[in-house]
């Protein structure tokens, strides 16, 4: 939410880069305003503490009404809950059908079964150091054997 406020503020297109929403402009326009011409050096760090005075407690009082409020929050009890929506192991949930219009049409999810994506994912239970020795290991065996063959198929001199 932070994030996504953050975002909508930077993209207010007004002529001040300090921007007080209803009703907290009259503040900016008696506290802020008039020192703009006088203070230029020093005018964005009066608006930085002014709003943070100003927002300190509003802000406050929201945080707290929305932390009492999540415990009877719907998704709380979702993410509590640890239940997803089907079993992992189902081949429906991993594969799942096409519903609606673009099954009519043939569509599907996905081209490449789910068992052949796994099958893709580096292995994480090893580090990508490991993974390349032991594929350096498999092809010296697998060079091995070639040479093998190669001096069993060279004529003795």
Request: glycine share 4%; with cysteine.
């Amino acid at each position: 939410m932070a994030f996504f406020a953050e975002k909508t503020i930077s993209m207010i297109r007004a002529p001040d880069s300090y921007v007080y929403p209803a009703p907290f402009n009259i503040i900016e326009i008696i506290l802020v305003a008039p020192f703009e011409s006088f203070i230029r050096d020093s005018y964005a760090k009066l608006n930085r503490v002014v709003m943070s005075v100003v927002f300190f407690i509003p802000l406050c009082v929201i945080a707290l009404y929305e932390v009492s409020s999540m415990e009877k929050s719907w998704l709380v009890r979702w993410l509590r809950s640890g239940l997803d929506e089907g079993d992992t192991d189902d081949p429906v949930t991993r594969d799942p059908p096409v519903e609606g219009p673009d099954a009519e049409r043939g569509l599907q999810i996905s081209k490449v079964k789910f068992s052949e994506l796994v099958h893709r994912f580096p292995n994480t239970e090893q580090s990508s150091e490991t993974t390349i020795l032991n594929e350096i290991r498999t092809l010296q065996g697998k060079l091995h054997i070639l040479l093998e063959r190669v001096e069993q198929l060279q004529p003795s001199t």
